[in-house]
């Protein structure tokens, strides 16, 4: 069965250090999303993409976070400047229509 | 932002008991999902729901859609070892474009055996 896929599984980052979390979704997939969850903590919106642009962002998605779809087949998270509360479990998702999310098995950073 | 308001936040329970869980929001939504999530996993898709009023099930999971649209609620029938994780519920306003969806901070089931 398809399945979204992300890497690293775990990312150490110093404090101030750039960091790109990528993510293959499943290859037939239109929209693209990234949630993040802090440890013990619920799912949190970040971001969608559609059509090579971002649909939505949530207020956390702030200046330091971009995306990209450098290919067909990849979809990166960039963190310019890491900070100390960044340390989550970042969860790649995607889907064919807008209503679900299939999600990956995330990246955990942890930040130093 | 929208909030969903998920009970209980855990539950221990026998196994071959019966559970029930539910979420509520004081906004509509028009897309209520339920997800599974294992320790270092990520949520697994378990019940989607697009209709006011839908009742639909997957297995020994029945999952429905408040007619109000601002609340939905999950059972899960004759509990098993492996039903043990955390559940959340997940709504969607599809007030256009891709919106993100609003997970409820989920309910931690753990079963005796």
């Known amino acids: 069965e398809p399945e979204v896929t992300q890497t690293p599984s775990h990312q150490v980052t110093q404090m101030g250090q750039e960091v790109i979390l990528r993510c293959v979704p499943i290859?037939?997939?239109?929209?693209f999303y990234w949630y993040r969850q802090i440890l013990g903590q619920k799912v949190e919106f970040l971001v969608s993409?559609?059509?090579?642009?971002?649909?939505?962002k949530s207020e956390i998605f702030d200046d330091q976070f971009s995306v990209e779809r450098p290919d067909g087949s990849n979809f990166t998270l960039k963190i310019r400047s890491t900070k100390l509360e960044d340390s989550a479990m970042y969860f790649c998702?995607?889907?064919?229509?807008?209503?679900?999310?299939?999600f990956g098995q995330g990246t955990r950073l942890t930040v130093v | 932002g929208q909030q969903l308001n998920q009970s209980p936040q855990s539950m221990f329970i026998q196994e071959g008991e019966d559970v029930s869980m539910n979420c509520t929001s004081s906004?509509?939504?028009?897309?209520w999902l339920w997800y599974k999530q294992e320790p270092g996993e990520g949520p697994v898709l378990l019940i989607a729901?697009?209709?006011?009023?839908e009742l639909t099930s997957n297995g020994r999971l029945t999952a429905q859609f408040g007619i109000t649209r601002k609340d939905s609620f999950l059972n899960i029938s004759a509990s098993i070892p492996s039903d043990v994780g955390i559940y959340f519920c997940?709504?969607?306003?599809?007030?256009?474009?891709?919106?993100?969806?609003?997970f409820g901070k989920g309910t931690h089931l753990i079963i005796q055996p």
């Open positions: 906004s509509i939504f028009n897309t």
């Open positions: 290859s037939n997939h239109l929209y």
């Open positions: 993409f559609y059509n090579n642009e971002i649909s939505e």
């Open positions: 998702a995607s889907n064919k229509g807008p209503n679900e999310a299939f």
């Open positions: 729901l697009y209709k006011a009023g």
């Open positions: 997940a709504g969607r306003n599809s007030g256009g474009g891709a919106d993100g969806l609003t």
